[in-house]
């Protein structure tokens, strides 16, 4: 596989960034290119015009206070959001993500916004930054604007970027007193691994019962989904090992995973059940 001839632009702002992918007809974003690169070679895509995060600084930013919560740049790797101890503090779940990401080299030169706008149902970061409610902060020609992460999918490898836009950052709010927010990924090796099913579930305890949760899976659909049915069940409970195993067995059975080359269907949802239900308890246990 040979990586086909672009030109290669190298702004310093988020400004000219913006301006440089609106040049050419098929300019792309690149950040740590893990991603890019592997499908410009394999041609699941092309671009002409490869424009470069490498130089905007401000893309590297990280910053935190109880008020403001965390604001993540887009172009932080996620080596540095993994050795970040103000993440793993307060969501230590990310932390979990991105440890679990491919391996040290891909980790060195990923990053959390490159993750992200891959887009990729099993994209380890996407899960947590669901479950904590994260924002995306998107720069384009007109200014910026805000979605929640959620949000943005319109199918695997499809956001709702436009032609000149770039997610600039990331905003997550910290959690309430009392939530706790578990990320579990499932594949045949421990490590450089893509997620066969992944499980991020969060739950708010307020004396010993369940009042809010969020269960978010990963590869069992075209995009990450958040299974409502189980988050309405687990509400108003106390999670013991019962609820939690109900709980599991009502998210395998309210997702429509695809039989692939790296599992079936089946065994997919017989992970979702297991994840779900060990997560569910793990929080409550405080692991
Ligand atoms: C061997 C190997 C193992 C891997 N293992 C895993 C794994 O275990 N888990 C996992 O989730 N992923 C894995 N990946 C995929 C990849 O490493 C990650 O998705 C990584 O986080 C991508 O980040 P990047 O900075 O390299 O993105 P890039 O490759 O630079 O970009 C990815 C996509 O996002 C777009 N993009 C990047 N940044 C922005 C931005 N700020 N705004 C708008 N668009 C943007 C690019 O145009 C491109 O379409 C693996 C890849 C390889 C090669």
Redesign the pocket.
């Known amino acids: 596989m040979i990586l086909p001839r672009f030109d290669l632009l190298e702004p310093s702002s988020v400004k000219e960034v913006c301006q440089a992918l609106q040049t050419g007809s098929n300019a792309?974003?690149?950040?740590?290119?893990?991603?890019?690169?592997?499908n410009l070679k394999k041609k699941v895509f092309s671009a002409d015009i490869l424009v470069s995060?490498g130089k905007v600084s401000e893309?590297k930013d990280m910053s935190f206070s109880d008020e403001k919560g965390l604001t993540l740049g887009?172009?932080v790797r996620?080596i540095d959001m993994v050795d970040s101890p103000v993440i793993n503090t307060n969501f230590p779940a990310l932390t979990a993500a991105g440890a679990?990401?491919?391996?040290w080299q891909?980790r060195n030169?990923?990053?959390?916004?490159?993750?992200v706008?891959?887009a990729?149902p099993?994209?380890?970061?996407i899960g947590p930054l669901i479950a904590y409610g994260a924002t995306a902060v998107i720069a384009g020609p007109d200014g910026t604007r805000e979605e929640l992460i959620e949000t943005i999918y319109k199918g695997p490898g499809q956001t709702t970027?436009g032609k000149g836009e770039?997610?600039q950052a990331i905003r997550i709010k910290k959690p309430s007193a009392g939530t706790r927010v578990s990320y579990s990924k499932y594949g045949t090796r421990q490590a450089?691994?893509?997620?066969i099913v992944s499980a991020t579930t969060s739950v708010t305890i307020d004396n010993g019962t369940c009042v809010d949760g969020k269960i978010v899976l990963g590869a069992v659909a075209p995009t990450y989904i958040r299974c409502l049915k189980t988050e309405e069940f687990i509400k108003g409970k106390k999670i013991t090992e019962e609820t939690a195993e109900q709980a599991g067995q009502i998210a395998s059975e309210s997702c429509k995973p695809i039989t692939d080359i790296r599992a079936s269907a089946d065994y997919r949802r017989q992970l979702v059940k297991i994840l779900v239900k060990r997560n569910l308890l793990n929080s409550v246990a405080g692991n």
Do not use: F, H, P, Q
């Open positions: 792309r974003v690149i950040a740590g290119g893990t991603d890019l690169l592997v995060l893309l887009s172009a996620i679990k990401l491919g391996s891909i030169r990923a990053t959390v916004g490159g993750n706008c891959s990729r099993a994209a380890d970061t970027l770039i997610l450089m691994e893509i997620a």
